[in-house]
């Protein structure tokens, strides 16, 4: 093997202990963005799996079929499908394992005194949970049992009406239901409420009022009407957009074929807007976290900057030896290299610990920011997710900036002259 | 033909807006296999010559070769490859790299000519029992000597085989009979091996070991004399 390469590598590693001090600071910095940055990318992409899960598990399912004139961003709910026209053989698509029926409407709940706007969710519960994950979900008190009538309401409205979570578990509370039909009749329940929940997804846990199916079907003079089926496929990840797709379009073609008025929305599709704000806090929180990046990288240029001038003498040795300076400007790049791989090394270590730390035991948000709701679909813990390919693809950042930072003192260092550089004090 | 010929060699430097001559019209020929001493006080441009025949400068007059060819207009990637196969430098300040060991500061010379690892060490643990440091090959230069680094520094530029060594200062670092070993190691590399030897000083101890003795004086050579009795560094 020729030896040059190696022994250029060498002598890049072993100049880390020149000046200890200095490649110790210069490596902390880097290594410090690097964790600061993996944390941070740990965490966007804890709170995107977990947005995402919450939203599907809670109410976009994978795939959804909704009356031809469902708008997602301002649902009204004023047409309704007939259950009976989606037997289970016309949503039996390969890979989809479960469907479930909803019935969303607008209301209004009343302890008497006050009302309040709410959105009433109808549930097939015993198919609901093959779908989404209410029974997974912290819940105190209790969903109704079958042929129970009561209702489940989100953590906002219990505090809206300043109804405490546990006396509301213990029975005897009762609010006042209120829709209204297709034709315009205005149907109200008393109705015991029977728990509450918080399922991390805001219009549950802001205004949402959980029932029985049947009966807000009665409350809404509705029968056997829905707003909404949902599917829930098996294995499909969250960037697994072409077998959602797929299945989208061969559902939407039997649909068309049974000569049924409705559309099939895919979860991405109605979660437009949740993605869209997710995108922009990944986008300002990396603007922020480059700064960072960036003091390391000034950190590492400077670093080579007093190396190449403390070394002077020592590149007109090297050109007397008979290293050309092209030879000499990658010796300073391969330095600078090496401060970002061993920094970005470090800093992947403790960023990777500090993540897979934070994977396991999660932030409380809560803790954190107080009962400030943070507009994004997630519960009061937040997961860090670990991810590999950030890792290794922010050690290979640190190296290759950091080979760039040193670009302009290498380049410097390697046009002197051989014999003015040995003249160097 | 001489190894090395200066013609008529000027060497100017600028000095802000004053020009300051260096070497001042120095003619001279090398032959190989001598041991010779260029002499002088400081600042007489005994290193400016060992420099330019070095290749690490260019004469602003007068014409250089090396083995014939003339080297004085020589583009830089050539002259580096000159310095690279076929000059060996030492140094007054020995000049080596502090986090290598002796070995590896040896090895640099041979892994810019592209030799395999394994041959790098074996010619390079070679030189350096040849120059006597057996056993000494994998101390970093802090924790040798001044006679030792000076060593290693020999070996650095002997274990290419070069045709000539250029030397500035060799011993003016170290003690006068550190230095007189060196020179003893010098003169015996060029008497076993027939390497040629240019090195400069000033101290007239040194200068007595050389077989070849040029003065210099404000750039010029003042005197070119055959040193007959003394000059095998015995």
């Known amino acids: 093997m020729r030896g040059d390469w190696i022994f250029a590598a060498r002598l890049a590693f072993r100049s880390l202990g020149r000046n200890r001090k200095r490649s110790a600071i210069t490596l902390a910095a880097v290594g410090l963005s690097v964790a600061f940055l993996f944390l941070e990318l740990g965490f966007v992409a804890g709170l995107e799996e977990q947005s995402v899960n919450t939203l599907i598990d809670q109410d976009y399912g994978h795939l959804k079929i909704v009356p031809p004139d469902y708008d997602p961003m301002e649902p009204v709910y004023d047409s309704l499908l007939a259950v009976d026209d989606f037997p289970p053989s016309l949503l039996d698509l390969p890979g989809v394992t479960a469907a479930a029926p909803r019935l969303k409407f607008p209301s209004l709940v009343s302890d008497g005194l006050d009302q309040f706007p709410t959105l009433g969710y109808g549930l097939d519960l015993e198919r609901d949970v093959e779908v989404f994950a209410l029974d997974q979900t912290p819940l105190i008190g209790r969903f109704w049992a079958p042929g129970e009538r009561g209702i489940v309401i989100g953590g906002g409205v219990a505090e809206t009406f300043r109804l405490d979570p546990d006396s509301v578990a213990a029975g005897g509370v009762f609010l006042t239901l209120v829709g209204r039909s297709a034709a315009g009749a205005y149907g109200a329940f008393d109705l015991p409420v029977l728990g509450v929940i918080r399922t991390g997804y805001p219009p549950i846990d802001r205004s949402g009022v959980l029932a029985p199916l049947e009966l807000a079907q009665e409350l809404l003079a509705a029968p056997g009407l829905v707003s909404e089926i949902t599917l829930r496929m098996e294995s499909v990840s969250s960037g697994d957009t072409d077998r959602l797709q797929a299945a989208q379009k061969a559902l939407q073609v039997r649909l068309s074929q049974a000569g049924l008025q409705a559309e099939v929305w895919t979860w991405r599709e109605l979660a437009a807007d949740y993605l869209a704000i997710l995108n922009v806090r990944k986008v300002s929180s990396n603007i922020a976290s480059l700064f960072f990046v960036l003091i390391a990288v000034m950190g590492v240029a400077n670093s080579v900057l007093i190396a190449a001038f403390e070394r002077t003498k020592e590149v007109g040795m090297l050109r007397a030896l008979g290293m050309r300076s092209t030879e000499i400007m990658w010796q300073f790049l391969y330095e600078g290299a090496v401060l970002g791989l061993v920094g970005g090394m470090i800093g992947g270590a403790l960023g990777g610990a500090a993540v897979l730390y934070l994977q396991q035991v999660g932030l409380n948000l809560t803790a954190l920011y107080g009962d400030i709701e943070l507009a994004l679909p997630i519960k009061d813990v937040l997961y860090a997710h670990f991810r590999l390919d950030h890792l290794l693809a922010m050690i290979a950042g640190a190296t290759l900036l950091s080979a760039l930072a040193a670009y302009f003192p290498a380049r410097r260092t390697a046009k002197l002259n051989p014999a003015d550089a040995l003249r160097a004090k | ?234």
């Open chain 2, 1 to 234: 033909m001489p190894l090395v010929e200066l013609r008529d060699v000027y060497k100017t430097f600028q000095n802000g807006v004053a020009p300051v001559p260096a070497v001042q019209g120095v003619s001279l020929a090398l032959e190989r296999g001598e041991f010779a001493a260029l002499a002088g006080p400081s600042g007489s441009g005994k290193t400016t010559v060992l420099n330019l025949i070095g290749g690490l400068d260019r004469p602003t007059e007068g014409r250089l070769f090396f083995d014939g060819r003339d080297i004085s207009e020589l583009p830089e990637t050539e002259r580096t490859q000159l310095r690279r196969r076929r000059i060996g430098f030492i140094f007054q300040t020995f000049s080596l790299i502090p986090v290598l060991s002796s070995v590896e500061n040896v090895e640099l010379s041979l892994a810019l000519l592209g030799f395999t690892t394994t041959d790098m060490r074996r010619m390079s643990l070679e030189i350096l029992e040849h120059v006597g440091l057996k056993g000494l090959e994998n101390r970093r230069p802090a924790q040798l000597s001044g006679g030792q680094q000076q060593r290693v520094a020999i070996a650095r530029a002997l274990v290419k085989d070069p045709e000539i060594v250029l030397a500035d200062e060799p011993t003016a670092n170290l003690d006068h009979d550190t230095g007189a070993e060196i020179l003893d190691l010098m003169a015996d590399l060029n008497r076993t091996q027939g390497t040629t030897f240019l090195f400069s000083t000033h101290d007239p101890k040194v200068m007595e070991r050389a077989r070849r003795l040029i003065l210099l004086d404000d750039g010029r050579v003042v005197s070119d004399r055959t040193v007959p009795s003394r000059g095998e560094g015995t």
